[in-house]
């Protein structure tokens, strides 16, 4: 797995290639340094699969944004990786372009 990071202005901006599983979902986690921003931004553009341990990485996001009044977009996912936000319900809770 592949990631970028940038924060500007309180927008922290991940962009994550490759696969997110459970091997490689601890490393997205440890990018997560959410002090002084409201909101997130995952560009999957170049993400090939994600699985439930990616999933989860992507709620704890989410629910530390909520907290905070913040919040997570997901960009440019594939149709698989859109298929799974959208058979696990998540497609309803995360605003996805």
Request: hydrophobic share 45%; charged share 25%; with cysteine.
């Amino acid at each position: 797995m592949d990631i970028d990071k940038k924060l500007e202005n309180g927008c922290l901006t991940l962009v994550v290639g490759g696969r997110l599983d459970t091997n490689t979902s601890p490393d997205l986690e440890g990018e997560l340094k959410l002090d002084g921003v409201n909101e997130v931004v995952f560009d999957f553009a170049s993400l090939e699969y994600i699985s439930s341990a990616g999933l989860r990485v992507l709620m704890g996001a989410q629910k530390s944004m909520m907290a905070c009044g913040g919040k997570v977009k997901v960009l440019n996912p594939n149709a698989m990786v859109k298929g799974v936000f959208d058979m696990t319900g998540l497609s309803s809770i995360f605003e996805i372009a």
